[in-house]
């Protein structure tokens, strides 16, 4: 037993959230300033074992990937709760709040359950915080293991995982998984994890566990190389894209939905329905399902109909998010080159216009520069800003003669997110759309002064939110109040109002 540590209670949301954000925390932190010699996967183990070792009672899927694990893991929660199993899913980073990132059943914390988990785990946090030649735990890894208290108060069953950045020393590397996948490899945290393709792989592939069976939508022949080779020296079954499982993607037209066909080792999947848009979402699609699978080949008992109602009805914030119409508004996160390639292509299928207008805003640890490259020649204009709400942000003062030297599109700048919006609501017309990306931060900002202003309800449940209270009613536990108790996710698309327009407005002068 460890001794307890008395430290204030944090009495209400607010203080929590203050404890919380007194944290080191990475996600705010340049790339500059940390190296993965920062990252210990004993200080979690540390921190879990004073907390009780919830992380040792439940099985997991545990999902890395540079792009497409958020979603994957999604798809694969939402599957398995409408299979009728208890589900727990940890994602970051979070949009609005930050219980989005912990949920179960599509329900997260209420304001009051998190100020208790803040509480259950901050006597532990300050033990560690006392320990000689240690360092203290990161927001993350406090994040990581509220979301394990939050399973378990909440008696799930399995639970999903997103790693936070990398793999191998992940906080969340210290699960039980019953199956491991790993989405896609691409070029990012390059400071962290290497510069080198197959560097990053590696460090991705720390997540395989000896004779777990692994999922791989990964396509770059060196990257599949490095997955191979730690699969077989864990003797870890594993299934790869390509080779064990396919799939194709129909695009969408008009209001419907796109569908997916994905053909495995067990069955053909034709045709089903995906909320997802984007040949991207398709491969993350296939991933779960592969995923899906070996849960069920270990007696998960997942049922067809409750896969194609995961695809067809998940609500996934800021991943190409159509957040209004005429004109049509997308935020989306694309925060690297892979990402952004994924959303012009997608951009391109599905989303005819007269007019582009691009949003951007990114942080200086990126690579800002083969982001710009693939995004202005498809803008027939830009608006350069600076999101407010994360120090990382790059300066539209460092950003701009960047762009210049890239191109020679017409740009404009804002101080804020809310200024850009402005602006390029003067810029556009109804028939023009608006996509606001380059980072998470960005996507987050914009949709939620966007929504505001429309007057949407931006949170809601990912799952059945009645089905989802019904199960958890006993679980000791408060229920969410009403408006509170689900993840912030987008109206329907074909729902939303068209925003108001003045036809009269003319292009302001370039470089406001």
Known sequence: MFPPVMIPRAENYEQAIEFLFSRVN?????????????????????LLARLGNPQLRLPVVHIAGTKGKGSTAAFIAAALTAAGRRTGLFTSPHLAAFEERMAVDGVIPTHEQLAELVNLAAGSVAALDETPGRMSPTYFEI????AWLYFRRMHAEIAVLEVGMGGRLDATNVCRPAVTAITTISRDHTRQLGSRIEQIAREKAGIIKPQIPVVSGVTAPEAQEVIAEVCASQRAPLRQLGRDFSYAYEVPTGDALPHVSVRTWRRNWNRLPLALVGEHQAANAACAVAALELLDEQGWAIAAPAVASALGNLRWPGRIEVVARRPTVIVDAAHNWAAVAALLKTLDESF???????????TGDKDVSGMLRQLLPRFDCVVLTSFQNNPRNLPVETLLPLARSLGDRPLHTAADPAGAWKL????????????????????????????????????LPTTDKARSSARIADSGMHLPREGEA????????????????DTDARPAAQNH
Not at 429 to 441: E, K, M, Q, Y
């Open 352 to 362: 005819p216009a007269r007019r582009r207008l691009l949003i951007f805003a990114s």
């Open 486 to 501: 689900a993840i912030a996710l987008p109206p329907a698309a074909e729902g939303l109002a068209p925003l108001p327009h």
């Open 424 to 459: 390029a609501r003067r810029l556009t017309g109804p028939d023009d759309l608006i996509c606001a990306t380059g980072s998470f931060f960005i996507a987050a900002e914009l949709r939620e002064l966007i929504l505001s202003e429309l007057g949407s309800e931006a949170p």
């Open 143 to 146: 994040a990581t293991a509220m």
């Open 26 to 46: 990475y996600e705010r932190l340049s790339g500059a300033l940390y190296s993965v010699d920062d990252f210990k996967l004993d200080r979690m183990r540390d």
